[in-house]
């Protein structure tokens, strides 16, 4: 274990079901009018959760302006565009509320709206201007919708550059929400295969941090909770979304992956799938994750097999009778038996249009664009070895 860290977790969360209706009464509100940041697909509006928000921050008398353009993979311009509005409405806090694109880009637009230029200007990695944020953030309130990203519990946030192939994740001390609401009442809305795709990227958050030379104590509990609670319960709310009780262990083991994210990191398999879907904007991140997953850590675990077993372990795997080198792959072979159970095992790159082609140069941009993941991933890797490991995923 890593005794050796940093630790900084900021976010106030109010967590259960119907927490939503704190809203109401909480006095943590971080302003007096909001840019209510939500995606383009009207989800929000469909399922009427923008309607409860609105009412209840009418009835606290908070004024709010929309921002209603958030794509699944949000794009920089929205940004630039949300914080112009932010800006001219005199909004002092943003809310997110939504998915892991929307609450990203809440936190994105939060720094721009007190910041001057564009949102690339500020992005480190790829063609980004690397410039230090100078005036902070407005506050940020998330409200979660879907148990995917963490991002209610961690500072990124996981832009595209308009009009470009870089996918950029990157976020500071600021960009922390200050109230995070997790209602697992919000996620029966969510259909089966975006229930299967977020839960395993919130499996995967976890997974990473275990794994990342940056982990530390409360990040290795809170990883293998949630990989626990994330292989016992993702085939259940993909089968049946009403499963109220399936819903709020998946919420808690996703924001505690979040909180893994803060503490400890994710590690170089993201920067395999930003690339994806930085060329291939159609395939949802935790597609694209499951779908490298297999490739990507048994490439790991050959090389490093340190700290696999626990994984094993916390996916139910009785392992202790293994020789070690078999430790390693229990996790392996019990990660391929979960993709199964959740119905992504015919997911293929190919179905999205990923062409093998591409994989030099995707190789190239998960390196240039996402570099500093590599360097806390537990074994040195080159390009050569992310083109093995895209071309074995390859289907
Ligand atoms: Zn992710």
């Not at 893994?260 to 398999?269: A, G």
Request: with cysteine; glycine share 8%; proline share 5%.
């Amino acid at each position: 274990m890593n005794f050796n860290f940093n630790y900084f977790m900021p976010t106030r969360i109010l967590f259960g079901h119907g927490k939503l209706n704190e809203l109401e009464t909480t006095e943590y509100i971080p302003g007096k009018k909001a840019l209510i940041v939500i995606g383009a697909t009207g989800a929000m509006r469909k399922h009427g959760y923008l309607e409860r928000v609105t009412r209840i921050l009418d009835r606290r008398e908070i004024k709010y302006v929309i921002y209603d353009k958030i794509m699944p993979n949000p794009l920089s311009e929205h940004v630039d565009e949300g914080a112009e509005i932010a800006k001219s409405e005199n909004c002092d806090f943003v809310i997110g509320l939504g998915g892991g694109s929307t609450i990203d880009s809440s936190k994105s637009i939060a720094v721009m709206a007190k910041n001057p230029g564009k949102y690339w200007d500020y992005i480190i990695g790829g063609s980004g201007g690397g410039k230090p944020v100078i005036n902070g953030a407005l506050p940020i309130l998330a409200i979660t919708t879907t148990a995917g990203t963490g991002t209610e519990a961690d500072p990124w946030t996981v832009i595209t550059k308009s009009g470009s192939r870089e996918k950029i994740g990157w976020g500071n001390d600021d960009t922390f929400p200050k109230l995070s609401i997790v209602d697992p009442e919000l996620m029966i809305s969510v259909p089966p295969k975006t229930t299967a795709f977020t839960g395993m990227d919130a499996f995967f958050h976890s997974v990473e941090s275990y794994l990342a030379i940056v982990n530390q104590p409360t990040s290795d509990l809170l990883s293998l909770q949630a990989i626990n609670l994330i292989s016992h319960n993702l085939s259940i709310a993909v089968k049946d979304g009403n499963n109220l009780d399936a819903r709020t262990k998946l919420a808690w083991a996703n924001t505690a992956a979040g909180i893994c994210e803060s503490l400890s990191s994710c590690i170089s398999h993201h920067s395999l799938e930003h690339a994806i879907s930085a060329f291939y904007p159609n395939v949802p991140h935790g597609a694209g994750l499951t779908m490298l997953s297999v490739a990507y850590f048994s490439f790991i675990a050959e090389r490093h097999p340190e700290r696999f077993s626990d994984l094993a372990k916390a996916m139910g795997e009785d392992v202790d009778h293994l020789p070690d080198k078999e430790k390693a792959f229990a996790f392996i072979n019990a990660l391929k038996k979960l993709i199964k159970e959740i119905g992504l095992e015919d997911e293929k790159l190919s179905d999205y249009g990923v062409k093998e082609a591409d994989i030099p140069e995707m190789a190239k941009n998960a390196f240039d664009t996402m570099g500093g993941l590599f360097d806390v991933t537990p074994i040195k890797m080159t390009v050569e070895d992310v083109i093995e490991i895209y071309k074995k995923a390859y289907r």
